[in-house]
């Protein structure tokens, strides 16, 4: 079935630093990606979605310039929480949009700013 | 808009026992989808089911059951004989239309405790 790689499963960054999170769609080609936040015991709530080779669309109360989103290709969309803080440690987890098939999740990154 | 309400937030039973969680949606498409998810501790979504809003016809998964109602606008999910396997949190999804661009809503999620 179709698999979505999301690296790295945990991270652990200084306040005030950039991190970089990848989802890549393994065995088919993914124009449409989704950017999801989940703070603990809490829902997803999509942050963006990404199309390829087009700017993100970002839902509101999202900081564009906080949450930078690429979509570059077909299999590749990243997000980077540019200068983290604190209050940005949260589980991150992206989903792919597989045409008629639906979405396929990536595993998640747990992203803990000290 | 859209919108997925599951007004169980915590539910435990004891293994063997069968367990609805029940999951109610806000919608003004006539098309669109509706999904349950599970997430273990481990954090990844694990996809249960997909219906489509033209479907009503329940569907039956091993010790998984879907009752889809549109006129009471619900998409329960009931477990048979649960095992502690089953612990997870559960989110129920809609997402609207078929176009690419169609973005999931989640609801809360339902936690759910499996006891032996």
Known sequence: ?114 | AQKVTQAQTEISVVEKEDVTLDCVYETRDTTYYLFWYKQPPSGELVFLIRRNSFDEQNEISGRYSWNFQKSTSSFNFTITASQVVDSAVYFCALSEGAGANSKLTFGKGITLSVRP
């Not at chain 1, 509101?60 to 299999?75: C, Y």
């Not at chain 1, 940005?88 to 639906?102: E, M, P, R, V």
Request: with cysteine; glycine share 8%.
């Open chain 1, 1 to 114: 079935g179709a698999v979505v790689s999301q690296h790295p499963s945990r991270v652990i960054c200084k306040s005030g630093t950039s991190v970089k999170i990848e989802c890549r769609s393994l065995d088919f080609q993914a124009t449409t990606m989704f950017w999801y936040r989940q703070f603990p015991k809490q829902s997803l709530m999509l942050m963006a979605t990404s199309n390829e080779g087009s700017k993100a669309t970002y839902e509101q109360g999202v900081e564009k310039d906080k949450f930078l989103i690429n979509h570059a290709s077909l299999t590749l969309s990243t997000l980077t929480v540019t200068s983290a803080h604190p209050e940005d440690s949260s589980f991150y987890i992206c989903s792919a949009l597989q045409g008629a098939n639906g979405y396929t999740f990536g595993s998640g990154t747990r992203l803990t700013v000290v």
